[in-house]
């Protein structure tokens, strides 16, 4: 029998349900475990897709929350990189195989088997419980998946970091992004916001395409040295077959080809997004130009700490706007139609505030 603790979070009980409070069974830290004390958590276009049911059905409750930052609170006996005090983070993963070579090989994001996700994940340890994220006072996680947060960098800005800048710093990485290089982030969200500041950072000439005009003057300070306003077939004519490499980080349906289109010969354009419905592709879009078409999911805990390492190295945070853990419905709203910029951050003393 696995001890618990009962803290409160925020969550909802049906796909069409609103996220309330509520209480939720933590357990008690065990040997390899931290006990963190949720200071900040972002909030990802992903968690409103779970609340939602819209990725499949999802588990309920469901308390959502995969950008967590906050200090240790307490370590297990055997916890050798932590300890109180420290400032932390943890982002999708809490856990996962340890045996498969995807793990052995620090991509834990594609275990075989399959890792467990920060929440609506089945929980390893609370067997007749699925996982809960970071839309809560606290989170018990094992020390091998819990990131260092540079010293450097404001705390609740970094917490973005946790997911919209591993999933976009992976892929920029792996598709070597840097001099030389014309890189396309298609939607300055959360995760767009991000990889233009990444892919500046390394070193790309970047290319921001936005739907919203209001982002079309802010994208510049964000980094990038061209914004395209895509609704614009001429502005988007003008970067046919000019760019190495895309990344698409749209949450909803779009057309794809319009994209794939402005690639070099060779190029690739990776999703991030993840809309809920699939998205046609021509065989002309990338057959003419050899072209590809990629995905890339968030990244490993080793790759988490090198971009955090990389953010604080660089000062680069996310621009957030704070809100309390009671607005998160509205804030989902809002996320619905592009409306935030850049990241919503919940102020986890909102929460605990409340009885
Ligand atoms: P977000 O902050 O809501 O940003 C999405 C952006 O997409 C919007 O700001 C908007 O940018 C654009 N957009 C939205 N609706 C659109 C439409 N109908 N047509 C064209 N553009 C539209 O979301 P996010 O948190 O950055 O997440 C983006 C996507 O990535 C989500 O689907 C999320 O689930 C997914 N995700 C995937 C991973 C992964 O591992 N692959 C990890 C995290 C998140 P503009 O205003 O600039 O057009
Ligand atoms: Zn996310
Ligand atoms: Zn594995």
């Known amino acids: 029998m696995v001890e618990t603790t009962e803290v409160k979070a925020f ?72 300890k109180v005090g420290d400032m932390v983070g943890v982002g999708c993963i809490v856990d996962s ?67 919209a800048g591993i999933t976009t710093y992976s892929p920029l990485h792996h598709w070597q992004v840097g001099p030389g290089k014309k890189v396309g982030v298609v939607g300055i969200g959360g995760l767009g916001h991000m990889a233009i500041k990444i892919a500046k950072a390394m070193g790309a000439h970047v290319v921001a395409f936005t739907t919203s005009e209001s982002k079309f003057a802010e994208a510049k300070r964000l980094g990038a040295d061209e914004v395209v306003l895509s609704k614009d ?30 690639l070099r010969v060779d190029g690739s354009l990776a999703l991030v997004g993840a809309p809920e419905h699939p998205l046609p592709v021509s065989a002309f879009s990338l057959i003419v130009g050899r072209k590809s078409f990629a995905g890339s999911a968030i990244g ?38 592009g409306d935030v910029k850049y990241r919503f951050v919940i102020d986890m003393a909102s929460l605990k505030g409340q009885n």
């Not at 075989?112 to 809560?136: I, V």
């Not at 988007?236 to 289109?261: P, Q, T």
Request: with cysteine; proline share 4%.
């Open 97 to 163: 195989c340890r045996e498969c070579e995807y793990c052995k090989d620090d991509l834990e994001q594609y275990c075989e088997p399959g890792m467990t996700g920060t929440y609506n994940a089945p929980d390893t340890h609370l067997k007749d419980s699925p996982t809960f994220g970071g839309y809560s006072e606290s989170i018990v996680v094992d020390e091998n998946y819990v990131l260092r947060i540079p010293e450097n960098l404001d705390l609740a800005a970094a917490a973005p970091l946790l997911c």
């Open 233 to 262: 077939a001429e502005q988007m004519a003008a970067f046919k077959g000019k760019l190495h490499f895309m990344l698409d980080a749209v949450s909803a349906e779009h057309d794809v080809n319009a994209y794939l289109r402005l």
């Open 11 to 82: 969550g909802n009980e049906a796909a069409d349900a609103q996220l309330e409070q509520l209480n939720i069974k933590r357990r008690k830290t065990t040997p390899h475990d931290v006990e963190i004390d949720i200071l900040f958590c972002g909030v990802c276009h992903s968690d409103l897709h779970t609340a939602r049911s819209e990725w499949g059905p999802t588990m309920y409750p469901c308390v959502p929350g995969h950008e967590i930052v906050g200090k240790v609170k307490s370590v297990g006996g055997h916890v050798s990189k932590f």
């Open 300 to 337: 490993g805990i080793k790759e988490t700490q090198e971009m955090l390492d990389f953010c604080g190295k660089h000062n680069i945070v996310a621009d957030i706007e704070m809100i309390d853990m009671q607005n998160i419905n509205e804030a989902y709203e809002r996320l619905l139609k």
